[in-house]
Every structure is written in C-alpha cells, then in structure tokens.
C-alpha cells in the first residue's frame, strides 16, 4: 500500500533542543494527522488539521498543512525526556476513508 | 475522552490455528471501524475498512478470505485471522470512527505472534 514520504527517520538530540520533520505526498489529502506511538500501544493522536494553510499549535507542538495539501511539518520545541518516541504522520483524503501512514520518525534525546 | 477497547491485547497461537481479535468502542456508535497491520519498525498498513451491516473493503493485497472481518453492530468489529502462518505475525490495531463527531479514535493493539 501507498506510505507518506516521512523524514528524518531517526533524530538524535540533546534535552532542550528543537525538533523538526516533515512529510510530502504525491497526491493531495484533505486532512492530516500527526500521531506519536509508544511501544506496543496505539497510535495517540497529536495534531489534526483540517485546512490547507492551517497551522496549529498544541502546547510545545505546532503542525502546519501545506498550501498544496501535498505536505505537512511537525515542530516540537525545548524537547523533554517523555517525548522520545516515533512520531507518525498520517493523510486522509475524505471523511470515511482510512489513513495512510508516513513511515515513522525515531525521536531518541540524550539528556 | 472517547476510547476504543482491542482485546486481546497479546496473542499466541500455534500454526494453523484462528485468532479473533475484537474492537469495540465504548462511549460511541462507530459504523466505520479500520484495521491496520504493523510489523515491526515500520508504519501501520491500512488493512481493511469494516462497514456495519456490510461487507468490509480490503486493500489491495490483503486476502479477504484468511482475514475475516465482520462488523454486526455499531460498537463491535472483529478480525478473525484463519489458518494463521508465522509470517502473519504482526501488531494489529483497530481505530472506529465516531460517526457523530467524524473523529478517529485507535485500539491499543494486539500484538499477534504464530508459532
């Protein structure tokens, strides 16, 4: 099945220091989510938007949905111990449809 | 907050045998329930999308036959793995879809291992 093009797929950095990923597409998606999974647990979700232009911010998290709907970013800022973890996005294209899940990224922070 | 119940959460079974995994949503009406596959160090796979009342849609390369889907009330979809083989070892997760508020919701998984 299709996956999002996700990157980085690993980050190593230190406490405090900012994060970054992103993902891209080759089609569009109406919405886009953005989920951090821990080992053998679901997917918990984190940021959803819904508009293209949109950016959201959810505590130190904010997340943007590109203009072309074709890519979307993941900023987490002064990063913290509890945030180690993979952090997936996923795309939907209408209300009733399932995700399609970016590869992953592996947040690994060395205090 | 709404929450959606996958039980089992860790499987073992022989070879050959079937496994039924259940997702329930508890505090909401879910006509839409998805399955995903995830194998290990990688990204969940849209399995299949369970439709109450109807027959589930399976993507592309996904046997509907070995995974049986059946959705026979608005808060309970089961996955049923038949003749399971050591290569349908995987983490299963289940997510249901609140029809009224159009929102997603995931299982905690089922972490399946075929001997």
């Known amino acids: 099945g299709q996956q999002l093009n996700q990157s980085p797929q690993s980050m190593f950095i230190q406490e405090g220091e900012d994060v970054s990923m992103n993902c891209t597409s080759s089609s569009i998606f109406n919405t886009w989510l953005w989920y951090k999974q821990d080992p053998g647990e679901g997917p918990v979700l984190l940021i959803a938007?819904?508009?293209?232009?949109e950016l959201t911010s959810n505590g130190r998290l904010t997340a943007q949905f590109g203009i072309t709907r074709k890519d979307s970013f993941l900023n987490i800022s002064a990063s913290i111990p509890s945030d180690v973890g993979i952090y997936f996005c996923?795309?939907?294209?209408?209300?009733?449809?399932?995700?399609?899940f970016g590869k992953g990224t592996h947040l690994i922070i060395q205090p | 907050g709404a929450v959606v119940s996958q039980h089992p959460s860790r499987v073992i079974c022989k070879s050959g045998t079937s496994v039924k995994i259940e997702c329930r949503s508890l505090d909401f009406q879910a006509t839409t329930m998805f399955w995903y596959r995830q194998f290990p160090k990688q990204s969940l796979m849209l399995m299949a999308t369970?439709?109450?009342?109807?027959?589930?849609?399976?993507e592309q390369g996904v046997e509907k036959d070995k995974f049986l889907i059946n959705h026979a009330s608005l808060t309970l979809s089961t996955l049923t793995v038949t003749s399971a083989h050591p290569e349908d070892s995987s983490f299963y997760i289940c997510?249901?879809?609140?029809?009224?508020?159009?929102?997603?919701?995931f299982g905690s998984g089922t972490q399946l291992s075929v001997l």
């Open positions: 997510s249901a879809r609140d029809q009224i508020r159009g929102k997603l919701f």
């Open positions: 996923a795309g939907r294209r209408g209300g009733a449809d399932g995700l399609t």
């Open positions: 369970s439709n109450e009342g109807s027959k589930a849609t399976y």
């Open positions: 938007l819904y508009k293209a232009g």
